[in-house]
């Protein structure tokens, strides 16, 4: 926590805000977000799905992945608690579904599903897109798994199982447009992550790290991370770390 309000101090007054190349592509898209005039309709929904988990105070038990919690004493939580600690926030929601929607990303994978909000704005921003969404904790992919369908959110396949296992999986014969990384935010396992994925790159292939400011790791996972060669250009805000790579 000390660490979060260091960082967002240092932010705040711009010394580590940064972006690489005026007026380059990614940049020209991000911009491109503030002027646009979405359907009410997606971002109706995706309040919708919100509301309905905050609204579940139904118990749950968490499988914990190591790194523990910075809220939770228990692993027994309520549905409706981890939709506000661990769910993308509202504004980063309807940021997503519309970075979705301009970029139109065809095979998206999201590493860290939860109970699924990240996933129905992924879902909304591209309702034709084939989706993969990986999580480990089995009665939290359950809740995320209902809601996506009772939701009409039917272009989403979630995979249950540790990162370690389901991302090599996944990433073996599978390029992806899109990676949204939202698990396990350490230093080693980001960067585990990144390795693996790599192979999955296309010539217009953009990644978003979300919590960059999460912790100390993460931090440095990011700082080190967009200063590499495979990088084309990136854009960074005080959640995310957005890369376009090198085709
Ligand atoms: C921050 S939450 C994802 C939030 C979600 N993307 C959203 O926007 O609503 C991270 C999730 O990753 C899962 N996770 C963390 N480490 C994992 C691991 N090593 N293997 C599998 N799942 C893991 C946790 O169970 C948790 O549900």
């Given at each position: 926590?000390?660490?979060?309000?260091?960082?967002?101090?240092?932010?705040?007054?711009?010394?580590?805000?940064?972006?690489?190349?005026?007026n380059d592509d990614l940049l020209q898209l991000i911009r491109s977000l503030d002027k646009l005039e979405l359907s009410p309709h997606y971002l109706e929904k995706y309040l919708k799905i919100?509301?309905?988990?905050?609204?579940?105070?139904?118990?749950?038990?968490?499988?914990?992945?190591?790194?523990?919690?910075?809220?939770?004493?228990?692993?027994?939580?309520?549905?409706?608690?981890?939709?506000?600690?661990?769910?993308?926030?509202?504004?980063?929601?309807?940021?997503?579904?519309?970075?979705?929607?301009?970029?139109?990303?065809?095979?998206?994978?999201?590493?860290?599903?939860?109970?699924?909000?990240?996933?129905?704005?992924?879902?909304?921003?591209?309702?034709?897109?084939?989706?993969?969404?990986?999580?480990?904790?089995?009665?939290?992919?359950?809740?995320?798994?209902?809601?996506?369908?009772?939701?009409?959110?039917?272009?989403?396949?979630?995979?249950?199982?540790?990162?370690?296992?389901?991302?090599?999986?996944?990433?073996?014969?599978?390029?992806?447009?899109?990676?949204?990384?939202?698990?396990?935010?350490?230093?080693?396992?980001?960067?585990?992550?990144?390795?693996?994925?790599?192979?999955?790159?296309?010539?217009?292939?953009?990644?978003?790290?979300?919590?960059?400011?999460?912790?100390?790791?993460?931090?440095?996972?990011?700082?080190?991370?967009?200063?590499?060669?495979?990088?084309?250009?990136?854009?960074?805000?005080?959640?995310?770390?957005?890369?376009?790579l090198d085709g």
């Amino acid at each position: 926590m000390i660490f979060q309000v260091s960082q967002y101090i240092k932010y705040k007054f711009n010394s580590i805000r940064s972006t690489s190349i005026l007026n380059d592509d990614l940049l020209q898209l991000i911009r491109s977000l503030d002027k646009l005039e979405l359907s009410p309709h997606y971002l109706e929904k995706y309040l919708k799905i919100r509301q309905s988990l905050l609204e579940n105070h139904s118990m749950i038990e968490v499988t914990d992945f190591g790194k523990g919690s910075k809220f939770f004493t228990s692993n027994q939580r309520k549905v409706s608690s981890i939709a506000k600690v661990a769910g993308i926030s509202k504004k980063n929601g309807e940021q997503l579904i519309k970075f979705v929607h301009q970029f139109q990303p065809q095979h998206i994978l999201e590493i860290g599903t939860s109970l699924g909000l990240g996933t129905s704005c992924l879902s909304l921003g591209n309702p034709n897109a084939d989706i993969i969404s990986l999580e480990g904790c089995p009665e939290t992919a359950t809740v995320a798994t209902s809601l996506l369908q009772e939701s009409g959110l039917t272009n989403i396949e979630i995979k249950i199982g540790e990162f370690e296992k389901t991302l090599p999986e996944v990433t073996e014969k599978r390029k992806f447009d899109l990676i949204y990384f939202d698990g396990n935010h350490s230093y080693e396992a980001t960067n585990r992550y990144v390795e693996i994925c790599l192979k999955t790159k296309t010539p217009h292939t953009i990644w978003i790290f979300d919590d960059i400011n999460w912790s100390k790791g993460m931090n440095l996972f990011w700082q080190e991370f967009k200063r590499k060669s495979i990088i084309k250009n990136y854009y960074e805000n005080w959640n995310w770390g957005v890369v376009r790579l090198d085709g």
